[in-house]
């Protein structure tokens, strides 16, 4: 699966939106990006995931540049308990059994 | 829907005795379960992947007599930890694919295990 690239840390004040980048300059056709956030002490929550277009659900918005090397994860009106540390993950989308690789992720600190 | 309910969420075990957490599928029968740790201030690390019904698959550096994973049924797998000692003391978490709609992965809540 390809690598990505997340900032170690960002600040958002509370109603504000969060805009968290992600590089996967390696992705690959056949990979989708998958956003996924851990709230302290919690197991990691599902988001949003795609592969080419831009999605869209109650939770956030994925955007995906056109050539797919990098995304971003908005959170329209971030409230504080959006504080968590945020996981973009890229693979392949199969039946594969094939695991989630996590890497460091961004540790978002809404502030009231 | 697509829930995976681990247990014990927190637990305190003396050097030497053994801990089990148990993860199981509420909604959905989960033929593969993963099993993951996580140190303070770190990512999560994958420990071992569990088959229903076959020996798990463990990744280089875990100890597969220490960390004894079973996967008897399509909704339970457990993980224990023998001889515990400080350092297992961790998060440990179990994730399981979901088998319908768009391939995704449901997490359990984490188990805290301190050894003392």
């Known amino acids: 699966d390809a690598k990505t690239t997340q900032p170690t840390s960002m600040d958002c004040a509370e109603g504000r939106a969060a805009n968290l980048p992600c590089n996967h300059s390696?992705?690959?056709?056949?990979?989708?990006v998958y956003w996924y956030r851990q709230i302290h002490s919690q197991g990691p929550q599902y988001i949003i995931h795609?592969?080419?277009n831009n999605e869209t659900n109650e939770m956030a918005s994925l955007i995906i540049t056109e050539d797919r090397k990098s995304s971003t994860l908005i959170l329209p009106h971030a409230t504080l308990r959006d504080t968590a540390v945020y996981y973009c993950?890229?693979?392949?989308?199969?039946?594969?059994?094939?695991?989630?690789?996590f890497g460091g992720g961004t540790r978002l600190m809404v502030k009231p | 829907g697509a829930v995976v309910s681990q247990h014990p969420s927190w637990v305190i075990c003396k050097s030497g005795t053994s801990v089990k957490i148990e993860c199981r599928s509420l909604d959905f029968q989960a033929t593969t379960m993963f099993w993951y740790r996580q140190f303070p201030k770190q990512s999560l690390m994958l420990m071992a992947t569990s088959n229903e019904g076959s020996k798990a698959t463990y990744e280089q550096g875990v100890e597969k007599d220490k960390f004894l994973i079973n996967h008897a049924s399509l909704t339970l797998s457990t993980l224990t930890v023998t001889s515990a000692h400080p350092e297992d003391s961790s998060f440990y978490i179990c994730?399981?694919?979901?088998?319908?709609?768009?391939?995704?992965?449901?997490f359990g809540s984490g188990t805290r295990l301190t050894v003392v």
């Open positions: 795609g592969l080419k």
């Open positions: 994730s399981a694919r979901v088998d319908r709609g768009t391939y995704g992965y449901t």
């Open positions: 993950i890229v693979r392949v989308d199969n039946n594969a059994g094939n695991m989630l690789t």
């Open positions: 390696t992705i690959s056709g056949n990979e989708y």
